[in-house]
């Protein structure tokens, strides 16, 4: 086959490869680095005007660049009235979303190149404007997953991170609060204020937050360094403050202590409203407002995200369990820590009913998602439930210390960045010293989870207890390493360890006296159904 015909066929099959496996479109060599984000917000209307600098760096030249922005339609969306850079005006072309920039001048690779855009528009959602519980107007934004360009113009794929500043003109009666530091208030003439918040660390685009109210805020101790606050509802202020300071701080220092510093400049926690559960955006966690006015949130999830999924960041959708998945076991995880082991299995066991009642309603989904283009479905029970048991088996498949060791790492080495599934498992076999190609391919990529049946015996003559075991479910066998708890009459049980690799299995184990029970799994270590496994007579 000549050369050139051999080239252009495997630059084809990359870019096959590359396009099946994100369906946003990239553009190379673009990274947008920062963000200033000056809204004008007043109360005769929904309608919102904005203004918008992006610092953008590119690392090969171009012709334009593009930002991620809805359209006008039926009385919705944004209009751009004007794009400049560098002071100077160039066309504007915004259409089916997206706002295509056309660079006027030469930019060469590495260097920075600066676009502000003035639009104005009702949002459709992403940004709502409201009332709340109590009735009085509030503002919030609700990005998830990527509903920024609702309200934002910016590049809104978890795989751009970048800085930036939310300054925020409204009506002086209300308070904001923002990701980041808050760099100035002004009361400015006709009763508007000016609220200035900077982000210095590099986020993702949903992670962006802005909620306009009427707050009561409290400032906690500054723990680890960092300042910690409540932004609640002058009604709820005593459920909100009680709930934020106690079980923020205990996970804010747990999780600071075992997986790696806090990112982030502060820690807020925010009654949020039209909200349900939690968004945990980037030092501005947001917080359903029925939830907190009855004393409940989801805390402890909600800040290991700015650990798992904010700090570090998947780079693509089809990832998202390395955010979701990782924020529900580090809650289990929690759990263990001021609960105690019995807590933590109770939980882990509780998740196996959610996880098959996933399973029964999408029998072919597996955690990491085929190829992902519809965002309504980038959330289930399975990146979620499932993806949490994946990592408390690959605990015990490791080992615990070897586990954190490996947490750790992967932490401090895609902190404030972006990693794939590929990226962790690599930093997993880097600490276990051994390929876990075998264990991700298995859990993450195929649907389904092992069930078990099998039984006991104990033969005297060869003091063994002989074990069988058949995989029963569908498809095809599970690699199943899992321990055998042989209880006494008296005294703790030995526990045996053995891999299940086949559709059946039969061991022998020696034992001097019959047991009084053989176990499966006695530690809860493998997610799986066991149909049957009684003693055979």
């Known amino acids: ?96 979303d997206r706002l295509h920039i056309p660079l006027p001048f030469a930019v060469g690779s590495g260097q920075e190149v600066q676009a502000v855009v003035t639009y104005s528009g009702i949002p459709a959602t ?40 939310l300054v925020v003109t409204a009506p002086a009666h209300y308070q904001v609060v ?10 400015l003439a006709g009763g508007v204020r000016r609220t200035h918040w900077k982000q210095s660390v590099p986020i993702a685009s949903w992670l962006y937050a802005l909620g306009v109210a009427r707050f009561a805020v409290h400032h906690y101790d500054v723990v680890r360094g960092i300042p910690q606050q409540a932004w609640v509802f002058p009604q709820d202020r005593e ?29 807020a926690h925010v009654q949020a409203a039209g909200l349900g559960g939690g968004t945990e955006h980037a030092s501005a966690i947001f917080y359903g407002e029925k939830g907190v006015a009855s004393g409940r949130a989801p805390v402890v999830h909600e800040v290991a995200h700015q650990w798992w999924g904010n700090a570090v960041t998947e780079k693509d959708w089809d990832d998202v369990w390395l955010s979701e998945g990782f924020a529900t076991y580090f809650t289990h995880l929690y759990t263990e820590q001021f609960n105690g082991r019995d807590a933590f299995v109770r939980n882990l066991r509780a998740d196996i009913q959610t996880i098959i009642a996933a399973q029964n309603a999408a029998p072919d989904q597996p955690i990491i998602h085929r190829n992902l283009s519809d965002m309504t479905q980038v959330l289930n029970r399975l990146v979620y439930q499932k993806a949490g048991w994946v990592l408390h088996m690959l605990r015990g498949t490791i080992g615990t210390e070897t586990f954190w060791t490996g947490i750790r790492d992967y932490y401090r080495r895609y902190r404030n960045q972006n990693a794939s599934t590929d990226d962790f498992r690599q930093v997993m076999e880097r600490a276990a010293g051994t390929s876990l190609s075998w264990f991700f391919d298995q859990w993450l990529t195929r649907p389904g989870m092992p069930s078990l049946k099998g039984g006991w015996r104990y033969d005297a003559v060869a003091k063994q207890v002989q074990i069988e075991i058949a995989q029963v479910q569908a498809g095809p066998s599970f690699r199943i390493p899992i321990e055998i708890a042989i209880a006494g009459t008296t005294g703790q049980p030995r526990i045996e360890r053995l891999e299940l690799s086949e559709g059946t299995g039969r061991f022998a ?14 530690n809860s270590w493998v997610l799986m159904q066991v149909v049957e496994f009684v003693r055979i007579p």
Not at 150 to 163: E, F, G, V
Not at 178 to 187: K, T
Not at 512 to 522: G, W, Y
């Open 239 to 267: 459920q909100g403050y009680q709930i934020f300071e106690l079980t923020g701080r205990k996970a804010f220092e747990f999780f600071s202590d075992a997986v790696g510093p806090y990112p982030y400049e502060k820690l």
């Open 126 to 165: 992403g940004l709502r404007l409201i009332q709340n519980i109590h009735g009085e107007r509030t503002i919030f934004s609700e990005n998830w997953p990527n509903r920024a360009r609702q309200w934002l113009p910016m590049i809104d794929h978890p795989s751009d991170k970048a800085t930036g500043e």
């Open 1 to 96: 086959m000549p050369v050139r015909t051999t080239v252009m066929m495997i630059a084809a099959l990359l870019m096959a490869v590359a396009s099946d496996a994100d369906t946003y479109p990239r553009q190379p060599g673009v990274d947008a680095v920062h963000y200033v984000f000056r809204l004008t917000i007043d109360d005769s209307s929904n309608r919102i005007t904005g203004e918008t600098t992006i610092t953008f760096r590119l690392a090969e030249r171009a012709r334009e660049v593009w930002l991620d922005l809805t359209s006008a339609a039926e009385g919705k969306g944004m209009t751009v009235s004007a794009v400049t850079i560098g002071g100077r005006a160039v066309p504007i072309e915004h259409a089916a």
């Open 509 to 522: 184990l020696a034992a001097d006296t019959e047991p009084a029970s053989v176990t499966l799994d006695p």
């Open 178 to 187: 923002a990701n980041g530091l808050l760099v100035e208030e002004v009361d």
